[in-house]
């Protein structure tokens, strides 16, 4: 087993360089991170493409116990992705589930304060979203982005990650427009593995660069 990607940034450089046909393109389209992780590679993307750059907030719901393992997601927009197959194999009850939503809604409404204070929710109308996070593993958290995403108006909508799980690409093969994914190893088992550094990103470097995105 080898590691992909030196680091987010360079993830996001090599991601962008499957995406150079955006630029120059007459056609409206904006660059989304899902932060925190996704940030920095959608920073890189959206630099090298010349494209604006927001960030489109989402949280993963864990399941109780093992919240390392995702049995849903929310995002911006009220949209809320349940695994409804996960959520019954497991046994979880609707008031473990409805308690973990709740503290997520409140984390999340959090980050749009800290990441987006006092801006308008995202208006996608006619525009192309270019969706990108780290990576994907269960595809919970960009499958809630995707809805959010349409909801917001987008009118044509591209994942675009540096790795993600087969099953999750297939995923959203079915739910966006397109899908751009560099490495899909079939021994996935977490994203953190395919970077030589996978440091937790901040709050304090999502807003930065935002910030500086602005």
Sequence with gaps: MHTFFQNR?????????????????QTAF???GLPRGGMPVAAEVARTLGAPLDA????????PGHNEYAM?????????????????????????I????????DELLRREQCYRPGR????LSGQEAILVDDGLATGATMQAAV????????????????VGSVQACARMEELADKVVCLHQPPDFQAVSIWYESFPQTS????????????
């Design 98 to 105: 409805e308690a973990v939503q709740v503290a997520e809604q």
């Design 9 to 25: 940034r360079d993830a996001g450089h090599k991601l962008a360089n499957a995406l150079l046909h955006h630029r120059g393109r």
């Design 147 to 162: 809805l959010a995403a349409r909801q917001a108006g987008a009118a044509f909508i591209t994942v675009a990650v540096p």
């Design 72 to 96: 849903g997601a929310l995002a911006s927009g009220a949209v809320l992705v349940l695994d409804n197959r996960l959520i019954a194999a497991a046994g979880v009850k609707r008031e473990a």
């Design 120 to 123: 308008p929710p995202l208006d």
């Design 30 to 32: 904006i660059v989304l």
């Design 56 to 63: 489109l907030v989402v949280r993963k719901l864990g399941m």
């Design 203 to 214: 709050d304090e470097e999502v807003a930065s660069i935002l910030a500086h995105a602005q």
